[in-house]
């Protein structure tokens, strides 16, 4: 298993993209809270993630609403079937935690759900930051509330583009 890293600028600030094998199986925010540690990303080499890069440039620049990108999510069965649904979220949308639980069919399950979308390996692509609390607030965020509270004004059009939000 070959594991390689770079770091990317961000208007969110700096990105760890991380692939395995090739494949994208990391996008990690400075102080994110399930950070894995540095040591585990493996040589530092851009070479796997031109298309990463692509896309994340699109989207921040607002002319990318949804990532078509190959994702090796590595997790708990049920954690693979909520990032899984969070994939399914709309650019611009949001959804409860127990939304989500209902659409897996686990009504019980917000918790869980929870629990889950909060070790998400791959931020912004796999969009843990459309899910809010079933009041509508904003509940917690592995990159910081206030990462996700811009993230959200971008997508919902409330802000400019994201060179605005820096």
Not at 40 to 49: E, I, Q, S, V
Not at 58 to 68: K, N, P, S, V, W
Not at 84 to 112: F, H, V
Request: aromatic share 8%.
């Amino acid at each position: 298993m070959e594991r390689l890293h770079t770091v990317i600028d961000s208007p969110y600030g700096p990105l760890t993209l991380v692939a395995t094998d090739g494949v994208l199986s990391g996008l990690y925010m400075t102080e994110q809270r399930h950070r894995p540690p540095e040591e585990t990303f493996g040589d530092r080499d851009p070479a796997p993630f031109g298309e990463t890069i692509g896309q994340l440039a699109a989207y921040f620049a607002g002319e990318l609403t949804e990532f078509d990108l190959p994702l090796r999510l590595d997790g708990t069965p049920f954690q693979r079937t909520v990032w899984q649904e969070l994939q399914r979220i709309p650019y611009g949308e949001t959804r409860s935690y127990g939304q989500l639980a209902d659409a897996l069919g686990k009504p019980n399950a917000s918790r869980a759900v929870g629990l889950a979308n909060g070790k998400n390996p791959i931020g912004v692509i796999v969009p843990c930051h459309r899910v809010v609390g079933a009041d509508g607030s904003l509940t917690g965020y592995g990159g910081g509330l206030d990462r996700k509270k811009r993230l959200l004004a971008f997508e919902g059009g409330t802000e400019g583009g994201a060179d605005a939000l820096f």
